[in-house]
T-cell receptor, first 115, second 118 residues
Framework: AQTVTQSQPEMSVQEAETVTLSCTYD???????LFWYKQPPSRQMILVIR??????QNATENRFSVNFQKAAKSFSLKISDSQLGDAAMYFC????????????FGKGTLLTVNP | NAGVMQNPRHLVRRRGQEARLRCSPM?????VYWYRQLPEEGLKFMVY????????ESGMPKERFSAEFPKEGPSILRIQQVVRGDSAAYFC????????????????FGSGTQLSVL
């Protein structure tokens, strides 16, 4: 069974600084996708960034980037130039490739941004 | 262009009552997924439906829980005889089909229904 582990229940960062959120996963599949979702106090799940396992290049979306280490099964999220609006719960998620639809989520990391 | 709409946002029930949670997918989306988020946990898959069909209910508890997605109207997640352990946030997500391909990477979530059982 696939599992996703987020070892940091809480993290904090000063505004304008950089923070890295950790995620590890366990799978025997070779084709899969990894995601980071943001859940602000409004509770809506917002996709931040996505990585295909077959791509060696790390995904980047503006201030958000990932460090995907496939052999180590590690998928960390780096937030640069942190903003107050980045404060939220962040979930790492995994999905097997192909037509599979089930997402497996980690327990989340609560990020606080200090002004 | 409304997103995935869930209602109610908060639902309070006493033990033994029924809870009905509604989800209207994004316009043009014909695939609906329900997830449950227990306190201090990540979201867990419950069920996947297409119009008038349950495709996969492997994450649903065997008793008291049911889901439907009728030809007309929203998808409904029904919990009968609720217990305190059912207290959780229930999320609905939807995705489109592009041709014959399930574009499930384009997954959109609603804001969830927080169910509290007294």
């Amino acid at each position: 069974a696939q599992t996703v582990t987020q070892s940091q229940p809480e993290m904090s960062v000063q505004e304008a600084e950089t923070v890295t959120l950790s995620c590890t996963y366990d799978t025997s599949e070779s084709d899969y996708y990894l995601f980071w979702y943001k859940q602000p106090p409004s509770r809506q799940m917002i996709l931040v960034i996505r990585q295909e396992a077959y791509k060696q290049q790390n995904a980047t979306e503006n201030r958000f980037s990932v460090n995907f280490q496939k052999a180590a099964k590690s998928f960390s999220l780096k937030i640069s130039d942190s903003q107050l609006g980045d404060a939220a719960m962040y979930f790492c998620a995994y999905r097997v490739g192909g037509s599979n639809y089930k997402l497996t989520f980690g327990k989340g990391t609560l990020l606080t941004v200090n002004p | 262009n409304a997103g995935v709409m869930q209602n109610p946002r908060h639902l309070v029930r006493r033990r033994g009552q029924e809870a009905r949670l509604r989800c209207s997918p994004m316009k043009g989306h014909s695939h609906v997924y329900w997830y449950r988020q227990l306190p201090e946990e990540g979201l867990k898959f419950m069920v996947y439906l297409q119009k008038e069909n349950i495709i996969d209910e492997s994450g649903m508890p065997k008793e008291r829980f049911s889901a439907e997605f009728p030809k007309e109207g929203p998808s409904i997640l029904r919990i009968q005889q609720v217990v305190r352990g059912d207290s959780a946030a229930y999320f609905c997500a939807s995705s489109p089909t592009v041709g014959q391909v399930l574009a499930n990477e384009k997954l959109f979530f609603g804001s969830g229904t927080q169910l509290s059982v007294l």
